[in-house]
């Protein structure tokens, strides 16, 4: 950093250094490296509807909570309605329905785990305190909205 902090302005440069000093130093999930997620907003072939696919993989040799992970993707907010007229609608207009989330053979559902939002270019599935992930297994969605 001071390399670069050298050449600003030294009022300028003080300030990002202030500014650094003060952001938090053990920031994120301290978990994160014990999963591999994928995660896709992809538009219908008409534009009037977004499919979200995704899958969470826990690498680790324990049970792994979810709760807290979010995953986000972006997304276009111009949409196309029945009658071909393209818009730019708010987020609020989009309603995200969780059509499925399974872990492939335990056939239990945990749609009612997942807590869909929209703001305004992104899109953002989080998880409930009830989700956990036994090790070496995929969680994989599917939303629409």
Not at 81 to 90: N, Q
């Amino acid at each position: 950093r001071e390399p670069i902090l050298g050449l600003m302005d030294p009022q300028a440069a003080e300030a990002v250094r202030s500014a650094l000093a003060s952001l938090p130093t053990n920031v994120g999930c301290a978990n994160a490296n014990s999963f591999r997620v994928n995660f896709l907003a992809t538009p219908s072939e008409d534009f009037t509807e977004y499919t979200l696919q995704a899958s969470v993989l826990n690498t680790a040799p324990v049970e792994m909570e979810l709760q807290g992970m979010e995953l986000v993707a972006n997304y276009s907010s111009w949409v196309r309605s029945d009658d071909l007229v393209w818009s730019d609608s708010d987020a609020d207009t989009f309603q995200v329905q969780c059509v499925e989330a399974i872990i492939p053979g335990q056939g239990e559902d945990f749609c009612s785990e997942v807590v869909p939002a929209v703001e305004s270019d992104l899109v953002t599935l989080a998880f409930g305190p009830e989700m956990s992930l036994c090790p070496g297994c995929t969680l994989q969605m599917r939303a629409t909205f």
